[in-house]
C-alpha cells in the first residue's frame, strides 16, 4: 500500500489537467488512417484519407497536425500519397505519392514549410531526413546500411540540399575500427556496424565495444557536420561487477526478422541504448543484466535485471543505478531476447523504465519503474498483470485507425490498452477514470504515448469515431 502512496504522490504532477483535442466521427471517404507523434514539438498527426479496393496501401488526402491546446494546422490536402515521414526537427516530411498495389511506390516528394518539392524516383532513396536535407552514408560503390564492410569500406556522405537539390558525395574520417574488434572485444554474432542518428545541425555515428566477458561496454558518438567533417567524438562507458551484460530489443541497434516473422538482431548494438535529455544534453544509457554471457545470435537468456548510467554530455559519470528483479515466475524465466522490450522515458522530472515481452511473445506482464533524475535513486517498481486479445489481426493486417491489445478481465471489458497507457491506467487517477467512463458495445481501442510535458491518448471504435485527449 505504502508504495503505491509514493507512486500516486511522485505521478500526480502528472494529471494536473486534461484536454479534448480533437473528436470526429468517420465520414465516408474521409476516414483517420493512421497517426504519428512529434516529439520535438509535442504534437500529434493524423492522416486522413479512404481505403482503396483490396490495397493495403492507405491513400492519404490530409494531414493535420493538433497541438495541446488542440490548435490545428493543416499540413496537406487534396493529396493522393502514402507513408508519410518526418524529418528529426518535424518542420519537413516526405511522402510517397500513392500506389494501389506497391508497397514503397515509385515517386515521391518533400513539403517542407508548406511547400512541395519536385517529383523524385523512390529508387534510389535517401534513408535520413531533416529540414534542410536529406541523406545517406554510403560505401565507395553505394551501398548503405547492412551492406556496408564496415571495417573494411571507405565512408560517404551522400547528401542532398532542398535548396537546390543538389546531391553531394563527400567522403568522411571513419570512426576508428581498433577500439571496437581485438582480443578483448567479443565475437560479434554478425558484421561489425554503425547507427545513424540525424540531428538539426549535425549526424552522429553510433559504434559500440563490448568487452568479451561482457561486463563493460563503451558507447561511442562520432558527430559531423553537414560538410562531412568530423566536429566531435563522445564516449560513455558502463560496466557491471556481477553477472552479464544482456542485449534485448531496446532500440539500440536493428531489428530484421527470420524466416518465421520473428525479429533478430542485425548487429550487436542491441547490447544497450541512450537517450539525450535535450534540455541538458545530458545521456542515460540503460540495458538490461543477464545471468548469462551470450552472443547476440544466441536466442535466448535469462534477464536478471536492468542499469541506467547518467552521463555528463562529455562522458563524465554522475551517478549509476543498478536493479535487479525478482520475478522467478516470468521475468526472469528464460527468454527469447530480441522479444524481450526494455525503453526509457523522461516524465517530468523523473525516468520511466519499462521491460516487458513484446505482444507476438503471447506473455501476460509487464515491469515498470520511476526513477530520480537527479541522483539515481528508485522510487518505485511495479508488476502488472494483463490478458492479451487475439493476435490474428496483427498477423493478417488490418484497416483500423489505431490498435491495441492489453486489457484484462474486471475494468477494462471490451477496451484495450498499449503498454504506456496500462502504465499510465495505473498511475494516473485521471487518466484512469477517463478510461473507466468510456462506455460502449464495440470494443475501443487506446493508443498512448508518454512525454516528457504530458500523455497523449487516442481512442476509437475503429468504426464511428475517434478522439484525442491530452493529459497535462
Not at 13 to 20: D, E, G, K, L, T
Not at 133 to 158: M, P, R, V, W
Request: aromatic residues 14%; proline residues 2%.
Amino acid at each position: 500500500m505504502r508504495v503505491l502512496t509514493i507512486l500516486f504522490l511522485g505521478l500526480s504532477i502528472f494529471a494536473r489537467s486534461q484536454n479534448v483535442i480533437v473528436e470526429e466521427k468517420f465520414e465516408k471517404d474521409n476516414v483517420p488512417l493512421g497517426y504519428y507523434f512529434l516529439v520535438q514539438k509535442n504534437e500529434l498527426v493524423i492522416q486522413k484519407g479512404k481505403h482503396v479496393g483490396i490495397s493495403t496501401n492507405r491513400e492519404i488526402h490530409e494531414l493535420i497536425s493538433f497541438d495541446i491546446n488542440g490548435n490545428q494546422k493543416i499540413l496537406l490536402k487534396n493529396a493522393a500519397v502514402m507513408n508519410p515521414y518526418f524529418s528529426f526537427n518535424e518542420n519537413t516530411f516526405r511522402v510517397v505519392d500513392y500506389a494501389k498495389m506497391s508497397f514503397t511506390g515509385s515517386t515521391y516528394k518533400i513539403i517542407k514549410d508548406g511547400k512541395a518539392s519536385k517529383q523524385f524516383n523512390v529508387d534510389p532513396h535517401y534513408n535520413y531526413l531533416v529540414d534542410d536535407y536529406q541523406f545517406n552514408i554510403e560505401n565507395q560503390k553505394g551501398k548503405t546500411l547492412s551492406a556496408i564492410n564496415f571495417e573494411k569500406d571507405d565512408l560517404y556522405l551522400k547528401i542532398m540540399n532542398f535548396d537546390s537539390y543538389a546531391v553531394k558525395k563527400i567522403k568522411i574520417d571513419k570512426p576508428d575500427i581498433s577500439r571496437l574488434i581485438g582480443e578483448d572485444n567479443v565475437k560479434y554474432g554478425k558484421d561489425l556496424n554503425f547507427k545513424v542518428i540525424p540531428k538539426k545541425e549535425s549526424f552522429e555515428l553510433i559504434t559500440k565495444s563490448i568487452k568479451s566477458d561482457y561486463k563493460s561496454a563503451i558507447i561511442y558518438r562520432t558527430i559531423y557536420n553537414y560538410e562531412g567533417k568530423k566536429i566531435k567524438e563522445l564516449n560513455y562507458k558502463v560496466s557491471i561487477s556481477e553477472n552479464y551484460l544482456m542485449y534485448c530489443n531496446n532500440g539500440g541497434g536493428e531489428i530484421g526478422s527470420n524466416t518465421n516473422g520473428y525479429p533478430v538482431f542485425e548487429d550487436d548494438l542491441n547490447i544497450n541504448n541512450f537517450i539525450v535529455d535535450e534540455k541538458t544534453n545530458e545521456v542515460y544509457v540503460y540495458g538490461l543484466i543477464g545471468k548469462k554471457d551470450r552472443r547476440s545470435n544466441f536466442i535466448s537468456n535469462e534477464p536478471l535485471g536492468y542499469y541506467i548510467f547518467k552521463f555528463s554530455e562529455d562522458g563524465d559519470k554522475i551517478w549509476e543505478s543498478i536493479n535487479m528483479i525478482s520475478d522467478k515466475k516470468d521475468f526472469n524465466d528464460d527468454q527469447t531476447i530480441s522479444l524481450t522490450l526494455a525503453r526509457l522515458t523522461i516524465k517530468d522530472n523523473q525516468l520511466l523504465f519499462f521491460i516487458g515481452p513484446h505482444i507476438i511473445a503471447n506473455k501476460d506482464y509487464m515491469h515498470y519503474s520511476l526513477m530520480d533524475m537527479s541522483n539515481g535513486k528508485l522510487i518505485s517498481s511495479v508488476k502488472l498483470n494483463y490478458k492479451l486479445k487475439s493476435l490474428n489481426t496483427l498477423m493478417t493486417g488490418t484497416r483500423d485507425f489505431i490498435l491495441s491489445f492489453l486489457t484484462n478481465k474486471e475494468e477494462l471489458k471490451n477496451k484495450t490498452l498499449d503498454f504506456e497507457g496500462l502504465m499510465m491506467y495505473n498511475e494516473d487517477n485521471r487518466f484512469k477514470n477517463y478510461i473507466n467512463s468510456v462506455n460502449s458495445k464495440n470494443e475501443i481501442d487506446f493508443i498512448s504515448t508518454v512525454t516528457r510535458e504530458g500523455t497523449w491518448l487516442i481512442e476509437s471504435d475503429n468504426k464511428s469515431y475517434y478522439k484525442v485527449i491530452y493529459f497535462e
